[in-house]
C-alpha cells in the first residue's frame, strides 16, 4: 500500500513558508497553516488512515512556547507511523529577511516590540533544534515569489497541480464593469443584434444570433485574435503560479455580442483547463 505523505514547513518569519505551503495546496495537497503542535498527533493519525492522502502545514514560532515540543512530536511521527513524513526547513540571510519585514510593514511574532535584527536572531535560536532535524533545508534568500512556488512544486512533484480556472464573465458596460476582472475584452465594436428585429428578444446563446453574429468577417476575425493572446498569455500566467483568471466580455447591454463571444471562446480555450461561463446580465 502506498503511504500517504504529510509535509511539515517550519524556519523563520520572512523565509517563504506561506508561499511554499501554497504551491503545495495548488499541487493538492490539504494545507493547514500554524496548526498548533498539540493536536500534530491527531492530524497524522488522519492522514494516515486516508482522510487526506496528501496533506502540509507550517509550524513556527507563532507556537509560543509550545513549540519546545515540537522536536519530540517530530521523532515520534517519524518512528511510530504508517506514514511517510518530512520536514522542510526555510530559511533566509538576516538581510533578505529584514528588507522583506520592510517591504510588508508586519511586525516579527516573536516580540513586535524589539528590533527586527534582534527579533530574527532570537527566532534563528529557538529553531536550532529543529533545524538540526530537518530532512531538507531550503535557502529562499535568491528567490522571489515565483521562483520559490516553482522550486516547491520541484521539490513535491508527486502532487498532482491543478489546472488554471478561467472564468469568462459576459457583461453589459450600461450596468458596469465586473470589479473582480482581470482581464476586459471590449466587443461594442461589432454588429448588434439588437437592431434586427427578428434577434432582438433573444439572447447569444441562441442558435440565430450566434449564426448571425458568425456571419460577419469580423467577429471570426475578433475570435481568433482573442484566441491568439489567450494562447499566449494563459501559459505565463500558469508559469507564474496564478490559479484563477477571470476574463470579462463586454457589449452595450449584456445580452447579445457579449454573451455569443463568451461562449465562442470558452469551447476554443477549453483545451486542459478549467472553464466556467457566467452571463452577468443576459436577463436584464
Do not use: W
Amino acid at each position: 500500500m502506498q503511504r500517504s505523505a504529510l509535509v511539515i514547513i517550519t524556519g523563520p518569519s520572512g523565509s517563504g513558508k506561506g508561499t511554499f505551503l501554497r504551491a503545495l495546496e495548488d499541487r493538492g495537497y490539504f494545507c493547514v497553516d500554524n496548526l498548533p503542535v498539540e493536536f500534530l498527533t491527531k492530524f497524522a493519525d488522519l492522514v494516515a488512515v486516508g482522510e487526506r492522502q496528501r496533506a502540509a502545514l507550517v509550524v513556527d514560532v507563532r507556537e509560543g512556547q509550545t513549540l519546545d515540543q515540537f522536536p519530540d512530536i517530530y521523532r515520534q511521527l517519524k518512528k511510530g507511523f504508517e506514514l511517510e513524513v518530512s520536514l522542510f526547513y526555510l530559511e533566509a540571510s538576516d538581510d533578505v529577511l529584514i528588507r522583506r519585514y520592510s517591504e510588508t510593514r508586519r511586525p516579527h511574532p516573536l516580540d513586535a516590540t524589539l528590533p527586527v535584527r534582534d527579533a530574527i536572531e532570537m527566532e534563528r535560536e529557538r529553531l536550532v533544534t529543529i533545524r538540526q532535524m530537518a530532512d531538507h533545508v531550503v535557502d529562499t534568500s535568491p528567490l522571489s515569489i515565483h521562483e520559490l512556488r516553482v522550486h516547491a512544486e520541484e521539490l513535491l512533484g508527486s502532487g498532482e497541480k491543478a489546472s488554471l480556472l478561467v472564468t469568462l464573465v459576459s457583461f453589459g458596460y450600461k450596468y458596469g464593469i465586473p470589479v473582480d476582472a482581470d482581464m476586459i475584452f471590449d466587443v461594442r465594436f461589432l454588429p448588434n443584434p439588437h437592431f434586427v428585429s427578428d434577434l432582438r428578444s433573444l439572447t447569444g446563446a441562441d442558435q440565430p444570433v450566434v449564426e448571425f453574429m458568425h456571419a460577419e468577417p469580423l467577429t471570426n476575425r475578433c475570435l481568433n485574435r482573442f484566441q491568439s493572446l489567450l494562447d499566449f498569455l494563459l501559459p505565463e500566467f500558469e508559469r507564474e503560479g496564478k490559479s484563477y483568471l477571470t476574463i470579462a466580455i463586454g457589449c452595450t447591454g449584456g445580452r447579445h455580442r457579449s454573451v455569443m463571444m463568451a461562449n465562442a471562446l470558452a469551447n476554443l480555450t477549453n483545451a486542459h483547463r478549467q472553464i466556467k461561463v457566467i452571463h452577468r446580465d443576459m436577463e436584464k
